[in-house]
């Protein structure tokens, strides 16, 4: 099956700090990646669609200047939490469909960010 | 809000028996929708998927309901194993052909089967 990874796994930082989280498709191209963040004992919710070549979509209330995305490569999107606050801390999920029109898409295994 | 409601924050059945994961949605323009199984720390896992043209779909022990009048889908597993104890999410897709579909996930089930 198609496989998506995230790196990385777990990220422990200060406040005010940048983090960045990759998300790779291993095994097929993926020209749109969505990001999402689940919050404890709650659904995942959509952030942002990442578009290779150019810019990402963002939904409404989420801050495009604090998430930037980067879709740089057929197999690479990258999330940058800018000047993290702990409000931020939550687990980050990436997922892609197999293909364009594929409506299944495959999830990356999450990013845990903790922000002291 | 809420798109995509799963009412059941949490379900137990006995091992052998048939699990029901119920889900709700109110957007009338989803056509598309996906259960997902999901452990503690780790990404969604795809396990079967709807078309808005069908009404069932099944895969081994898995199988979907979809019933459009009502707006509701349900899942399906029997029989229940252990190793099934997770939380389930339903989805919802839409979107125009060709293009990568948006998801919206219902709150999750955590279903417990017991030994």
Known sequence: GAVVSQHPSWVICKSGTSVKIECRSLDFQATTMFWYRQFPKQSLMLMATSNEGSKATYEQGVEKDKFLINHASLTLSTLTVTSAHPEDSSFYICSAPLRLGRETQYFGPGTRLLVL | ?115
């Open chain 2, 1 to 115: 809000d809420q798109q995509v409601k799963q009412n059941s924050p949490s379900l137990s059945v006995q091992e052998g028996r048939i699990s029901i994961l119920n889900c709700d949605y109110t957007n009338s323009m989803f056509d598309y929708f996906l259960w997902y199984k999901k452990y503690p720390a780790e990404g969604p896992t795809f396990l079967i998927s709807i078309s808005s043209i069908k009404d069932k779909n099944e895969d081994g022990r898995f199988t979907v309901f979809l019933n459009k009048s009502a707006k509701h889908l349900s899942l399906h597993i029997v029989p229940s194993q252990p190793g099934d104890s997770a939380v389930y999410f339903c989805a919802a897709g839409r979107g125009s052909s060709g293009s990568a579909r948006q998801l919206t996930f219902g709150s999750g089930t955590q279903l417990t089967v017991l030994p």
